[in-house]
């Protein structure tokens, strides 16, 4: 009887190693999807973090010459970091092709980009400030939202700003 136990035992304590293995790997499998949404969870949140960043420093250079605010607007900030990618990916600057197709879903009747890359979000506003025609979009005085994209690529925040009014 104990011949025939242990053939019997063996395979039950191959499925509990089965299982232990199963479970385990298991295991790893959830905390490394956990792992994978945490950092894409704080992906997003310096984005987020760089857009509020960018727009405070906008609505502080405008609030010193009295004019309005500019409100953020998502679905347009979506755009400006495609193009962000798009930039970051190629390697250099470039503005939209056709700024008019991507306002249009927008009540607009002015719009304008500004487009950079650099190593910090002051850095760049500061940069968009000394340039004229940049710091004229800043500060247009018809413009009342803005999309702000950001990506960071190779040690460096690509940006894109897509003013409308």
């Known amino acids: 009887m104990g011949q025939r136990g242990s053939p019997v035992g063996r395979p039950a304590m191959r499925t509990t190693r089965t299982r232990r293995v199963g479970v385990g790997a298991l ?3 959830l905390l490394a999807g956990t792992l994978l949404v945490g950092t894409t969870s ?4 310096d984005k987020a973090t760089r857009r509020e960043q960018m727009l ?3 609505n502080r250079a405008r609030a010193a010459r009295d004019l309005p605010r500019l409100s953020l607007q998502p679905s347009l900030s979506k755009k400006a970091e495609r193009h962000s990618a798009e930039m970051a990916a190629r390697g250099h600057i470039f503005h939209s092709q056709d700024l008019r197709a991507i306002l249009a879903p927008y ?6 980009e500004n487009v950079g890359a650099g190593f910090s979000v002051a850095g760049l506003h500061e940069a968009f400030m000394d340039s004229p025609p940049h710091r004229e ?5 018809s413009f009342r939202h803005v999309g702000i994209g950001f990506v960071r690529a190779d040690g460096a925040l690509w940006v894109t700003l897509i003013f409308y009014g």
Do not use: C, K, P
């Open 27 to 29: 295991l790893v499998v």
């Open 107 to 112: 009540d607009w009747s002015v719009g304008g």
């Open 56 to 58: 405070e420093l906008i």
């Open 42 to 45: 704080v992906r997003a949140q």
């Open 137 to 141: 979009n800043v500060l247009r005085a």
